[in-house]
């Protein structure tokens, strides 16, 4: 008998989770299936869960949430045996949509039961897991704002963007992308694993979790009139042939920076561990993921 855990981020609210409940009911029969449900109580708790699930045999752990609490939990299942599915209620959902995984329950659920798995590369940002992306630039100092935003959601993220766009120093970098050295000036600085910042936005629109190697992108200073073109050109990825956009792939990248100040790692801001320098490795097919193909 399969053993399925479902880690749930319990922000979805009490109707959402009754609902949750029956459909899990319905798609994984108790005379098939051993189900366990539990849920994310404290910062860290998705990784411990995820460990716990591999020691006890557990055969798919299923995340359920957004791209927050799938990074928890894939910490917790690198280099196991024990497979990843994604229910995705977060906002931006950028791993799921990176690897085309339903937003709509009852079809994600039958991808669950259907049970196709894939082994995925991850990235370490200075030892942060990541899945999708990290960046030292723009977006980590937005990431670090909005950690503090009480309105989460696409418009809280915009809201955030304009009222920091003209302050923000874009700043100089050395980057060491495979033993080639580089020095420039950005505005956002992202390596990317995936190929998704959630939304639909894709900064390296090539970039594959499946390839082997990490997506470095580099978008030098833009004035407030570019905002728009850039943002037209990240929905319908194809900014990676434009001006705006900078591009180069690698598997061990460094970047260092006497204004380095941030650091985010799938959408989240972490603390630097070490001052003005990030480094950047590849992990590959580091974890079983059930995807939908």
């Known amino acids: 008998m399969k053993k399925i855990l479902f880690i749930i981020n319990r922000k979805a609210g009490t109707d959402r989770e009754k609902r949750l409940e029956s459909a899990i009911r319905r798609h994984f029969p108790a005379d098939q299936y051993e189900v366990s449900t539990t849920y994310l109580a404290y910062l860290g708790?998705?990784?411990?869960?995820?460990?716990?699930?591999?020691?006890?045999?557990?055969?798919?752990?299923?995340?359920?949430?957004?791209?927050?609490?799938i990074n928890e939990i894939a910490q917790g299942l690198v280099g196991s045996n024990t497979a990843m599915a994604i229910l995705p209620l977060g906002s931006g959902n950028g791993l799921a949509r990176a690897l085309k995984i339903p937003l709509d329950v009852n079809?994600?659920?039958?991808?669950?039961?259907?049970?196709?798995?894939?082994?995925?590369?991850v990235g370490y940002a200075?030892?942060?897991?990541?899945?999708?992306?990290?960046?030292?630039?723009f977006d980590a100092l937005i990431?670090?704002?909005?950690?503090?935003?009480?309105?989460?959601?696409?418009?809280?993220?915009?809201?955030?963007?304009l009222k920091s766009f003209n302050t923000y120093e874009p700043a100089e970098y050395r980057i060491e992308i495979d033993g080639e050295v580089?020095?420039?000036?950005?505005?956002?600085?992202?390596?990317?694993?995936?190929?998704?910042?959630?939304?639909?936005?894709?900064?390296?629109?090539?970039?594959?979790?499946?390839?082997?190697?990490?997506?470095?992108?580099?978008?030098?200073?833009?004035?407030?009139?570019?905002?728009l073109p850039v943002s037209v050109f990240s929905l319908m990825g194809n900014?990676?042939?434009?001006?705006?956009?900078?591009h180069y792939t690698g598997k061990d990248i460094t970047i260092s920076s006497s204004a380095l100040q941030y650091l985010q790692v799938d959408g989240d801001a972490v603390p630097l561990t070490e001052n003005g320098v990030v480094r950047i490795r590849i992990q590959t097919a580091a974890i079983n993921l059930v995807v939908n193909e």
Do not use: W
């Open 45 to 69: 708790h998705g990784a411990d869960l995820a460990r716990e699930a591999v020691n006890n045999g557990v055969n798919t752990v299923v995340a359920v949430g957004g791209d927050g609490s």
């Open 239 to 246: 900014i990676d042939q434009t001006r705006y956009l900078k």
């Open 107 to 121: 079809k994600a659920l039958s991808l669950v039961v259907a049970n196709k798995q894939r082994a995925i590369d």
């Open 182 to 227: 580089l020095q420039t000036k950005a505005f956002l600085l992202t390596v990317a694993n995936g190929n998704q910042f959630g939304y639909e936005f894709k900064l390296a629109p090539k970039a594959s979790v499946f390839d082997g190697q990490l997506d470095l992108c580099v978008m030098p200073p833009v004035g407030i009139m570019s905002l």
């Open 143 to 161: 990431a670090e704002q909005f950690r503090h935003n009480t309105k989460r959601g696409l418009s809280g993220y915009a809201k955030l963007v």
């Open 126 to 137: 200075n030892e942060h897991l990541f899945l999708s992306n990290a960046g030292v630039g």
